[in-house]
């Protein structure tokens, strides 16, 4: 799996500013980047202060708003100089990156208000991307970003979009910024960072597609998971991730997450939904731990966490979970968490159905 890091916000820079240094003569000033309201001038400087706010917020880790600071550039400033802000501010957000742990989140507004070091890298890279695209339009320049880069802001930060034959095209299309043969065009937009649900041992880490896909061609996911883990479910429930992404069914709060023991960092299990909630408000959910993991009350613990999370929102009545007959402890694990039986399930009546809410 491609690790969204430094490297990567290095890489988007580097393929802006060689582009933009032919161009270094032209009038900047005059001219409208792309769509934007914005001239060229403008957004170039608009890059570099996301860079710089991306790195204050990685460093600081405020929890709830933006660090209260901006980038001013000296007056008299030529557009070369502006380009070696963007690199500057590159390099700090890509050194921010790479120095901080992995578990560490800071506030971002939407949809989640929160990030971790690779939503802020996927973030840093699509405002490089995006934006260098617009100041080419403008300037009539020919921008093709690297493919692959495109491909992983994609994976990371619009698991809501239903991947096309092309990455960049696509990326222009769901940002408002093209057309592709067959959708609508899109006049509004939000990336999703990955969501969260803290518990008391354990905190509950969404995955993206690109995590979902790694885990279920047998990867870690880029987890650090305890002896024996991810255990077969997780990774038939990553499985089910990728499909929901490649269908433009998925929606991250209804999907897998990794349970990350807060001790030391560890994965030691899985757990999610098997889709968003249906028409009546219900969703399904299942779990499963690596076997180091089980008898300490880890399940019950995140079940519960996530339940509440779930069951707080307006658009869900009730959760449902399916149980194997013989599996007592899954059993317990949902009594636990307040679940009552409801009845048999599965084709041949060996499973049984619990539920919570309704």
């Known amino acids: 799996m491609r690790i969204m890091g430094g490297e990567r916000v290095e890489e988007a820079v580097a393929s802006c500013t060689g582009l933009l240094r032919t161009a270094t003569d032209r009038d900047w000033e005059g001219v ?31 929890q709830d708003a933006y660090v209260p600071f901006d980038l001013t550039l000296d007056e008299g400033t030529d557009h070369a100089g502006v380009l070696e802000v963007i690199e500057t501010t590159g390099a700090l957000l890509a ?40 100041i080419a339009e403008g300037l009539g320049l020919v921008y093709e970003p690297p493919a692959d ?17 092309d990455a960049w095209p696509t990326l222009l299309w769901a940002t408002g910024r093209g057309d592709l043969p067959g959708r609508a ?6 990336w999703h960072n990955t969501p969260v649900v803290p518990a008391e041992r354990l905190t509950l880490e969404g995955v993206t597609p690109a995590a979902a896909r790694d885990l ?4 870690d996911g880029g987890f650090a998971w305890i002896e024996g883990g991810p255990f077969h479910g997780t990774r038939d429930a990553a499985g089910m991730v990728v499909s929901a992404y490649e269908d433009g069914e998925y929606r ?31 969703a399904e959910v299942g779990y499963d731990l690596a076997p180091p993991a ?12 996530l339940a509440a999370r779930a069951l ?47």
């Open 95 to 134: 050194a921010a990156i790479r120095t901080t742990p992995r578990e560490v989140r800071a506030f971002h507004p939407y949809p989640f208000r929160s990030a971790n070091r690779e939503g802020f890298a996927a973030m840093g890279v699509a405002e490089v991307l995006l934006h260098t695209h617009d």
């Open 252 to 282: 991250p709060e209804w999907g897998l997450y990794i349970l990350v023991r807060k001790e030391d960092g560890l994965a030691v299990g899985g757990m999610g939904f098997h889709g968003a909630p249906d028409g009546k408000g219900r």
């Open 294 to 305: 089980r008898g300490h009350g880890y399940a019950t613990e995140a079940l519960r966490a």
């Open 32 to 62: 409208k980047a792309g769509r934007l309201e914005w001239s060229c001038r403008r957004t170039a400087e608009h890059i570099a202060s996301d860079l710089l706010a991306y790195a204050g917020q990685l460093t600081g880790r405020p």
């Open 216 to 219: 279920s061609l047998g990867g």
């Open 185 to 190: 065009p899109v006049t509004e937009w939000r």
């Open 149 to 165: 880069l495109c491909e992983d802001v994609l994976d990371r930060i619009f698991p809501q979009v239903r991947p096309g034959p």
């Open 312 to 358: 707080a929102r307006e658009d869900v009545h009730a959760l449902c979970a399916v149980v194997d007959g013989d599996n007592h402890a899954s059993h317990r694990v949902v009594e636990r968490a307040g679940f009552r039986r409801t009845g048999a399930a599965g084709e041949d009546g060996t499973q049984v159905a619990y539920e919570l809410g309704g």
